[in-house]
Every structure is written in C-alpha cells, then in structure tokens.
C-alpha cells in the first residue's frame, strides 16, 4: 500500500516532471497523510493539465459520507476496474499525483522500521491516481483521489508486500485521456517502477505520527545501531 508520502521538490521542477505550463507554488510536505490536501494534475479543457488540491482518500459519488475516504487511499491496479468504489474514475477520471518519495514500514524485531523510497537520482514523480467529486446535500463539493498499488519490485518487496504505482513520464499521457477506457491499454501502465532505479533509506520514527511534519521526517538512521528491543512504531 502507500499511507505516506512526500512531495518537497521545488515547484519548478515538479511542474516539468508532470507536463504543467504553470507553476504552482507549493508548499514542502514531507509527511503527507490520508485524509489531507495534496495536489493532483489532470487533463483539463483541450487537453491542457491542470493541477489542483485533492483530499487523499477517494469519495465515491454514490457515498453517503465522507468518512469513506479514509478506507479508500489506495486502489489495487488488479480490480481497480471492477471495484465499487473505484470503476467509474478508473474509466475517465484518471490523474497524476505529484511526490519525490514515500513510506513503508518494515516489520523488525520490537517494532517496525520507516524506509523512505525515492527515485534513484531523488527527482520528483507522479503516482498514477483516480478521483472524484462528492457533495452531500447542499454542503461543499469535495474533490478527492486514491493512489493506485501494484505488486512491489524486488526492492520494496523486502519491505512490504504491496507499492504504488509510479508513471514513467512516457506514460502519464495516456494515463490522463479521459477518451482512453479499456482496460487493457492501459493495464501495462500499472506495473511496479524496476527496482535499479530506486533506493530505500532507513529513517526515524518521528514521521510515524502523521501529525509531524518537516526535513525531521527524512533524517535517516543506522538500522544497524538500532537497539534489538526498541519499538519503532509510536
């Protein structure tokens, strides 16, 4: 699964990396958690895409509360086109989601231990996301998105057993037509991102607590110098 993730790369560069004219200022997030703001981009009027802030955690249409949107982060790319929830954004309502990295927990002895995986060369990429727009009522429209998961690469496979999937940018085209609905066009898209052009570093438990924000969530550590009975997870 993917339940954290970071996007602090200055926006220029996040901007090239997802085909945006503008840029958009945003703010460094190192701590990104369900049920929060983040950007998406999607295709826009002529094509043209456009970037917005989401809630993570996609509110199906037919929901009759938000609350939903806290089981509905992720979206496994095996069912997502048979999936209640999920079926009807997979066919047209297809995003990017901005991040330069995320977190997994790594079962360990007294705990779990926090890897941030990032590209190898650290630079900015896109999840391949869904969303939607929900209202109850009279209330506000919400608009929301899940991130997509897929089997892992034999580098987060030692971590966890699931990852999200992260669009090469010759993708993220097709990945965006909101013409394109067949499943199996775009079924190859959601493969796991090869293990040789990613990395995994060890950091501490202070990004556990979604609450934490700031680089302290990055600041990596020796799993080595671990004590064998501390409990990683707060």
Not at 107 to 123: N, V
Request: glycine letters at 8%; proline letters at 7%.
């Amino acid at each position: 699964m993917c339940g954290r993730y970071t996007l602090s790369t200055p926006a220029e560069l996040v901007a090239e990396v997802v085909g945006l004219e503008e840029v958009w200022e945003l703010e460094p997030r190192y701590n990104i958690a369900p049920t929060q703001e983040a950007p998406i981009v999607r295709a826009g009027n002529g094509g043209a895409r456009t970037a917005e802030l989401a809630r993570w955690g996609l509110i199906p249409s037919w929901a009759t509360s938000a609350s939903i949107g806290a089981r509905t982060i992720n979206a496994r790319s095996e069912t997502v086109g048979e999936t209640r929830a999920f079926r009807d954004a997979f066919r047209s309502r297809r995003c990017l989601v901005p991040a330069d990295g995320f977190f997994e927990w790594q079962k360990a002895r007294g705990g779990k231990q926090t890897f941030h995986l990032t590209l190898e060369d650290g630079t900015p990429f896109a999840f391949a996301g869904l969303y939607e727009s929900w209202r109850q009522a009279e209330e506000s429209w919400i608009r929301s998105f899940t991130i997509l998961t897929t089997q892992p690469n034999s580098l987060v496979a030692a971590i966890h057993d699931r990852m999200p999937v992260i669009l090469p940018r010759a993708a993220q085209a097709l990945w965006l037509d909101p013409t394109v609905d067949d499943a199996e066009l775009l079924r190859p898209l959601m493969q796991a991102y090869p293990a040789e052009g990613m990395r995994a570093t060890p950091v501490g438990s202070y990004v556990n607590r979604a609450g934490n924000e700031g680089p302290r969530c990055l600041e990596p550590v020796d799993v080595e110098a671990q004590p064998r009975n501390l409990t990683l997870w707060d």
